[in-house]
């Protein structure tokens, strides 16, 4: 069965400073990875999804395939980062999502 | 654009009674997944719909119910509830299946079971 793994519950960090979430997955086809944010009182939003490849607020996240990972990196945070981060894989056929147990991340001024 | 809409925000009910939730996508989109959210258990996947039909269902009881109008928009049901059913219950909408069609959340719907 498929899996997510978001092994650190809590990541404080200081404004300025390099932060990366870690993501690990299990899944025997070719899966999909996407991360997704909460911030406080709002709706979860989509973040970023490996297929894009793409930046967005200053995050990208590669997918490793050897290693399955989908690490998200951002080289220098902000206090607007603090928020709940959730990796999730979604399997090739349909729309089922597998998430993370999350990621609370705390940017300290 | 409007945004994936639950409806109600909250609910209060009581063991053995049930519970309907309904979830609006945004325009144009056909599949319709609902998760439940809990501090102890994450996010777990619930069913998905597409077209009116059930695609694909997560490991929960029968009590949990689901379904999808001609319209696309979703209702879930929970009949005989229990404590445990204490939960945000989110909507998600996407345009088909695909990497070019990720999903998208409601505010969620918060159920709390006394």
């Known amino acids: 069965a498929q899996r997510v793994t978001q092994p650190e519950k809590l990541l404080s960090v200081f404004k300025g400073a390099p932060v990366e979430l870690k993501c690990n997955y299990s899944?025997?086809?070719?899966?999909?990875l996407f991360w997704y944010v909460q911030y406080s009182r709002q709706r979860l939003q989509l973040l970023l999804r490996?297929?894009s490849r793409e930046s967005i607020k200053g995050f990208t996240a590669d997918l490793n395939k050897g290693e399955t990972s989908f690490h998200l990196k951002k080289p220098f945070a902000q206090e607007e980062d603090s928020a709940m981060y959730y990796c999730?894989?979604?399997?090739?056929?349909?729309?089922?999502?597998?998430f993370g147990g999350g990621t609370r991340v705390l940017v300290k001024p | 654009k409007a945004g994936v809409t639950q409806t109600p925000r909250y609910l209060i009910k009581t063991r053995g009674q049930q519970v309907t939730l309904s979830c609006s996508p945004i325009?144009?989109?056909?599949?319709v997944s609902w998760y439940q959210q809990t501090p102890g258990q994450g996010l777990q996947f619930l069913f998905e719909?597409?077209?009116?039909?059930?695609?694909n269902k997560g490991n929960f009881p029968g009590r949990f119910s689901g379904r999808q109008f001609s319209n696309s928009r979703s209702e879930m049901n929970v009949s005989t509830l229990e404590l445990g059913d204490s939960a945000l219950y989110l909507c998600?909408?996407?345009?088909?299946?695909?990497?070019?069609?990720?999903?998208?959340f409601g505010n969620g719907t918060r159920l709390t079971v006394t």
């Open positions: 719909y597409f077209s009116e039909t059930q695609r």
């Open positions: 999730a894989l979604r399997e090739a056929a349909g729309n089922k999502l597998t």
């Open positions: 490996h297929i």
């Open positions: 325009s144009g989109h056909r599949s």
């Open positions: 998600a909408s996407s345009l088909e299946q695909g990497p070019n069609s990720p999903l998208h």
């Open positions: 899944y025997s086809g070719s899966p999909e």
